[in-house]
């Protein structure tokens, strides 16, 4: 594996507030980038607000208000969620910058000089009420699949693709007029052409890639690749840098996945660094890409095909991180049942730690999970206080214990510590991350036992010099506890390395220092 490792977010529409749905979604990026940095690897983790596209204009109308307006307001939401959960972005930027705008249209230029982005001129959804072109996401059709009532991007019930002849009978989501079919002019990016070199590349790369992963592209692949428009009739986006084409913008799913690149740019342009380690092939980087399977084809097949069409020898995509849906009390997350919750509110109420670590351990990794307030407190009040939080008060609170005693580690505990830096740091390079929390917590167990099995309240009394043995080997693995459960609970973790003056963090076994004072030593959870 290389050193060079790019993490990018998916990034949130600037349309609503982000749920626990959208966190459970993203946080692998999170536990990649603490882990790679653990291990002192040149990492790049970014993201941002995607503040462009039908989503935001939709809002804006309902709100009487211009779309900028929105962007900003949920962008700065969206921040504030993030930070809230602890993500350790380099950058979490938007789309609505003049940096990304202006980086994003010379790579479409690239991509139109190089011959892979054409004009054509076909038939299309038009409103004569509205007296406009309507882009899927506001046209309503009915699936000739499933026969469901859906938006003709695709089909919420069956996932199908509506073609533009299903949309002949579609109805304006604006005003809810029948709309007509009628001939507009578009550029089109010519996906089939990468059809091969997708189809290679993703059969010698997809080993670590999730089972929703390797199916939804190959999918596609198997479909063939369909050219795609990449200019829409809309004012609000990224301007086309092409003469003809002054009055469209550029479809989202090309400019907002275009933005891991300028939010590289961006971040390296302020810290010296140089963003193309992380990018391009002679560099030889790792490149996740972490979202829900919704957003699997547009960065395993499309964003690569544009990597590709810019002919800059750009590394492309190795690893599609897609997690499935997180339900909320059996139920699909969903304004209109009101189980949408903002992500910021619970983590304000039951604590991001313990939120964290509930969704790694019980989210929707390989299948779609089930959110309940009463399993949280279990994990809450069962793994993390019982076990963990116990742990570590036993061991630095003993009675009239005032500093680590100067005692010599266990070498069976030191063998136990060592097998979980590896097992641990094995299941989340294999993208294993509920294993990698179960292992973890394996750690806690087996320190919680050998505490039991010394019974340190007897050595004390009657053998000394093997209370200090056992106070310092439990000390020592709620020392490495801070490295080991960095990933998943940065917070807890921060509390430890305060409590045990440790100065720096790392993935590799760490002593405290005997007869460091212990001093204003709190619990690190609390019951619900």
């Not at 630095?396 to 680590?404: A, M, S, T, V």
Request: some cysteine.
């Amino acid at each position: 594996m290389s050193k060079n490792i790019l993490i990018g977010g998916a990034w949130p529409y600037a349309n609503n507030d982000m749920h626990l749905g959208h966190v459970a979604g993203l946080i692998s990026g999170d536990i990649l980038a603490r882990y790679f940095r653990l291990k002192g690897y040149n990492v790049m983790y970014v993201s941002g607000t995607d503040c462009h596209g039908t989503p935001i204009t939709e809002r804006a109308k309902k709100e009487k208000k211009n779309p900028r307006e929105i962007a900003e307001y949920y962008h700065e939401r969206d921040k504030e969620t993030l930070e809230k959960f602890r993500f350790s972005y380099d950058l979490y930027t938007k789309t609505e910058t003049d940096f990304h705008k202006k980086a994003v249209m010379e790579m479409f230029k690239k991509m139109y000089d190089n011959g892979y982005i054409y004009e054509k001129e076909e038939p299309q959804a038009f409103c004569e009420h509205c007296n406009k072109f309507l882009s899927d996401r506001e046209l309503q059709i009915i699936c000739p699949k499933c026969g469901q009532t859906t938006k003709a991007e695709q089909c919420d019930n069956c996932q199908y693709v509506p073609t533009i002849q299903d949309m002949k009978d579609g109805i304006c989501l604006e005003c809810g007029s029948k709309v007509v079919l009628k001939n507009n002019k578009n550029l089109y990016l010519e996906l089939s052409k990468f059809q091969n070199q997708i189809e290679q590349y993703v059969k010698e790369n997809n080993s670590l890639w999730r089972i929703n992963a390797r199916n939804e592209t190959d999918k596609y692949l198997k479909q063939g690749l369909v050219d795609r428009a990449v200019t829409r009739d809309l004012d609000w986006g990224v301007e086309i840098p092409v003469p003809g084409y002054e009055s469209k913008r550029m479809y989202v799913w090309i400019e907002a996945v275009l933005g891991y690149i300028t939010a590289t740019m961006k971040k390296c342009e302020g810290t010296g660094q140089n963003w193309e380690e992380f990018w391009k092939e002679e560099y030889h980087p790792t490149i996740y890409m972490v979202h829900g399977k919704d957003n699997i084809v547009f960065h395993s097949i499309i964003f690569n095909a544009l990597l590709l069409a810019m002919k800059e020898n750009y590394h492309l995509v190795n690893t599609i991180v897609s997690s499935e849906y997180l339900n909320i009390n059996d139920e699909k997350i969903s304004k209109s049942k009101g189980n949408g919750t903002p992500a910021i509110e619970l983590a304000e109420k039951y604590g991001v730690d313990t939120l964290r670590f509930h969704l790694i351990n019980n989210g929707p990794e390989k299948k779609d999970s089930n959110f309940t307030i009463e399993a949280l407190i279990a994990t809450n009040n069962g793994e993390l206080l019982n076990k963990f939080g116990n742990l570590v008060n036993r061991t630095l609170k003993f009675k009239e214990l005032e500093e680590i005693p100067d005692g010599k580690l266990d070498e069976n505990m030191k063998e136990v510590i060592v097998k979980a830096y590896e097992n641990v740091g094995k299941a989340i390079e294999t993208l294993e991350f509920k294993e990698a929390s179960d292992l973890a917590m394996g750690l806690v167990e087996a320190a919680n036992k050998y505490y039991d099995d010394q019974k340190p309240w007897i050595q004390k009394k009657e053998n000394i010099e093997e209370f200090n043995n056992t106070i310092y080997t439990c000390a020592t693995i709620i020392a490495n506890l801070s490295n080991i459960f960095e990933p998943f609970m940065p917070d807890a973790c921060e509390k430890i390395r305060n409590y045990l003056k440790i100065e720096n963090k790392s993935w590799e076994i760490i002593e405290p220092k005997a007869g460091l004072k212990l001093e204003n030593i709190e619990p690190l959870f609390t019951r619900m």
